[in-house]
């Protein structure tokens, strides 16, 4: 029964389809020798063309406004291909009154072109000189526009033209079509419309308010979502030092290199991949374990080797992981040299993702606070089910009974400072997208993911979540009215003076760290 | 104790006659070059800076990873001297503002400052200000008995928020240029040797008035409550001692130093700019004490030369190794050496600490 129903409409959508298209086509074909006769017949030729708005008649009509459009021998018409007409074909010439019929019908067609850069820009021509006479063209293209920021622009230009209109009534509807958008565009042209209208002033600015709140609403959503990605790259930077530093009481100064290494993993990775085209679209998704396992490697090496000498001793431990940042620094600016790195980001995470409501997101910062979201719940899997978690949490609270029942504690403490640095290298490959890669890209983060750390509450994965999101937030909060440099400062002081308050941070932890 | 004091006496000595020798004809054997004796005033200066972190972290158990913004503000205080003195000699020729100001629209001097055309108002500021700021933050920090790193990390994040402030232009301290182009001090022409060389000696008794200052105090009772804070502060909080306040009134009195150095340094080198304000800056500093050896004064003297003697060399022969190298010494120093140069010394010697 349903199926028979679903081919009865498609059959009739079909028939529909084929009983319109001839017609139209018929038209097309009919009205192109009109193209040939006298200036009078081609103007009206070239405005009715316009009016049909068929997407093939826009070569035709350009070549005949470049004077390269040819009558051939047989009465049929076509452009110009190649330098020289072809035999016994004779060039057709217009007036100055065919050129401005052909500007406008030029403009109103490239509203239906196939090019979606030639439609967003017919319909800022549009936009530019409102004239009701556009109406029922914009009306007509908008009913088969599919792309939505287009379609904005084009309701952008209907609401123009409706206001430019004569009549009452089309005036109405374009201050309700502008209203009902949210563009600061829309709002000028509803206040210049308010000078020239004293009758619609009420409905007028009843829009703009309805534009006003709009507005608000988006770039309080926009700066939520800056906040948000600001809060993304925090929490993963501070991630890993929450590990080293709460878990293990261990000042990573380090940290910020373990970073900036993770990015040029991703260079290095992105370069290897370049040489095998198969691997090509993969750079990135291999760039992940690669920087994790490359960073861990290094912060393994660097506890056995280094701070294993130095437990119980925090400030030696500061030092001493300065002299191998500043090292490793040094060692990578020789190596791949002092200038910025280029990382191309994969298709899928480059433009603006639009959001209902007009707010625009850049897709990669979209992708970095997924990508967070799904370190933590990675790392929290880690410490809470595995059996290295376990026998992580077991030495952290009591170091000599773990022992005594068999975890062998060093070990353990070797990999837990593994994990933590292999975060930083995810933070790296994070970061690689948004920033520059060069050999300082970790200094500029490494202050900012201690503020996190001491602000959230040292050792608590839970304190550096909202420890990071909150700093992201305040910070691009307060930007706006303060600057970028300022806003941190303020911040900066700000977190000094809520320790003051609580000097643990806002989630303070039991554990080796607490005890300090 | 006589052969150290004799040594020390030695290598004052000769300190002292470096200028001497400058001031000899250039064809002389003894002629000592304009460079060295620039480099090694300016040494005398991260010397006292030097004994100052040792004051604080060697006497008191008090890591600052801030003591270069003490430093940089001591340059900016008697920086903002040296450009009120330039006067109408600078590029845009304007009787009261420098040049920077000019160039940024300014209409007048903005009021703080205010008093630095004189040079007892600029150099009491030198010592004020540093000290005000330790007082507050100290006042903070010690109250809520904020310790060890977290006390470090605090004061690296207040050194990083004033090199941010101070890169901004409209802050009136002339943005990332910082000031230059100094022209004279106290009626002296900047440039020339006797300048130069009376900046030395006093940069040189300075060293000399802290270090007999430092050393006084760290035998006082006061200097061994302090002590006996680095080492168990709670213990010393049950006996009744105020912790607070002590460690507080040593953190201004090692700012106040680190300021008094950085006054020195700036007419010697010419320029203070916000890259002075760096956290790198502040932690090289702890690394001269540490590798000398801290909680000796004579150590952080020590410390401050060689390593930035090191360095001088290094950057000169191989600028690339010179990060590498500095940071090699960041790692053997807390490994191998603890006790620093110094502890070193007295083992081969086999003197008692």
């Known amino acids: 029964m349903l199926p028979s129903l679903l081919l009865r409409c498609l059959g009739l959508f079909f028939g529909l389809v084929l009983l319109l298209s001839p017609a139209r086509a018929q038209d097309f074909d009919a009205l192109l020798p009109g193209l040939a006769g006298g200036f009078a017949q081609q103007a009206e030729t070239v405005e009715r063309l316009g009016a049909l708005g068929d997407p093939r008649a826009i070569p035709l009509l350009q070549a005949l406004a470049d004077a390269r459009l040819l009558r051939m021998a047989d009465g049929r018409i076509v452009a110009q291909e190649g330098a020289a007409p072809p035999e016994g ?208 490697a290094i912060g393994a090496a660097m506890e056995r080797g280094l701070i294993r000498h130095l437990y119980g001793r925090p400030l030696e431990t500061l030092l001493l992981t300065f002299g ?82 068999g975890i062998r504690t060093g070990r353990v403490d070797a990999m837990t400072f593994a994990f933590g640095s292999g975060i930083a290298g995810l933070a790296g490959v994070a970061l690689s997208q948004i920033d520059n890669v060069s050999p300082n890209l970790g200094t500029g983060y490494i202050i900012d993911s201690f503020m996190v750390v001491v602000f959230g509450g040292v050792g608590s994965l839970m304190g550096t979540l909202i420890g990071a999101f909150t700093l992201g937030l305040v910070n691009k909060v307060l930007e706006p009215y303060a600057g970028v440099v300022l806003a941190k400062v303020l911040l900066l002081v700000g977190i000094m003076l809520f320790i003051q308050r609580r000097p643990k941070g806002l989630f303070a932890l039991k554990g080796r760290a607490a005890d300090q | 104790m006589n052969t150290r004091r004799l040594i020390l006496l030695g290598f004052i000595a000769v300190l002292a006659a470096l200028p001497l020798l400058n001031l000899l004809p250039e064809e002389h054997p003894l002629h000592v070059s304009d460079f060295l004796v620039s480099i090694i005033g300016k040494w005398i200066c991260y010397a006292i800076l030097a004994l100052a972190l040792d004051l604080a972290w060697g006497y008191a158990g008090i890591l600052s990873l801030g003591h270069g913004a003490f430093f940089a503000l001591g340059g900016y205080a008697i920086g903002m001297h040296l450009m009120r003195l330039i006067g109408p000699r600078g590029v845009y020729g304007h009787p009261v503002l420098p040049d920077f100001m000019v160039f940024l629209g300014y209409t007048e001097l903005p009021w703080y400052w205010l008093g630095f055309d004189w040079f007892i108002f600029a150099f009491a500021m030198a010592l004020i200000v540093p000290g005000l700021l330790a007082g507050i933050v100290g006042y903070l920090a010690f109250r809520s008995r904020i310790t060890g790193v977290y006390l470090s990390i605090i004061t690296q994040a207040l050194t990083y928020a004033l090199m941010l402030a101070f890169f901004r232009n409209d802050m009136g301290f002339g943005g990332n240029n910082g000031f230059t182009d100094f022209k004279e001090l106290l009626g002296m022409p900047l440039n020339s040797g006797h300048t130069r060389a009376i900046l030395f000696y006093a940069s040189l008794v300075a060293l000399i008035l802290v270090f007999l200052m430092c050393g006084a105090l760290t035998r006082t009772k006061y200097g061994r409550v302090l002590t006996a804070i680095r080492d168990a502060e709670s213990r010393v909080r049950f006996l009744g001692y105020d912790t607070t306040r002590h460690k507080l009134f040593v953190f201004v009195l090692s700012a106040m130093i680190a300021g008094l150095a950085g006054a020195l340094y700036v007419p010697q080198v010419g320029i203070i700019n916000p890259s002075e304000f760096s956290p790198g800056n502040s932690i090289e500093a702890v690394v001269w004490v540490a590798f000398g050896g801290r909680g000796t004064l004579v150590g952080a003297v020590l410390g401050a030369f060689s390593v930035n003697a090191l360095k001088t060399w290094l950057t000169s022969v191989a600028p690339d190794l010179w990060l590498i190298v500095l940071g090699c010494l960041f790692i053997a120093v807390p490994l191998l050496l603890p006790k620093g140069l110094i502890g070193l010394i007295r083992r081969r010697g086999g003197a008692k600490p």
């Open chain 1, 89 to 296: 074909a004779s060039l057709i010439r217009i007036n100055n009154r065919v050129r401005v019929a052909l500007r406008g019908a030029l403009g109103r067609l490239q509203l239906v072109s196939p090019e979606p850069a030639e439609r967003l820009r017919a319909a800022d021509a549009i936009l530019r000189n409102r004239s009701a006479d556009d109406i029922p063209l914009l009306e007509a293209a908008l009913a088969r526009e599919p792309r939505a920021d287009i379609r904005a622009r084009m309701e952008l230009a209907l609401g123009g033209a409706r206001l430019a209109s004569a009549e009452q009534a089309a005036k109405r509807a374009g201050i309700a079509t502008l209203g009902a958008s949210s563009s600061p565009e829309a709002r000028n042209l509803l206040l210049a419309a308010r000078a020239a209208n004293p009758d619609l002033t009420a409905e007028i600015e009843t829009a703009v308010a309805a534009i006003d709140r709009r507005l608000q609403m988006r770039r309080a959503a926009e700066t939520f979502f800056q906040g948000l990605s600001l809060g993304s790259v925090l929490l993963l930077a501070a991630l890993g030092l929450a590990i080293t530093f709460g878990v293990m009481g261990v000042i990573n100064m380090a940290h910020g290199e373990f970073v900036m290494i993770g990015a040029y993993v991703t260079v290095v990775v992105q370069e290897i991949c370049r040489d095998i085209p198969a691997l090509q679209p993969y750079a990135l998704p291999l760039a992940i374990p690669a920087a994790f396992l490359v960073t861990a």
């Open chain 1, 324 to 405: 191998v940042g500043m090292v490793l620094q040094q060692v990578v600016r020789l190596t791949f040299g002092a200038q910025n790195r280029e990382v191309i980001s994969p298709d899928w995470m480059m433009g603006t993702l639009i959001l209902p409501g007009g707010v625009a997101i850049t897709q990669n910062r979209a992708w970095i606070i997924l990508f967070s979201i799904a370190v933590l719940l990675a790392t929290l899997a880690a410490i809470r089910l595995t059996r290295f978690g376990l026998e992580m949490r077991a030495v952290v609270q009591n170091r000599r009974i773990a022992a005594t029942m």
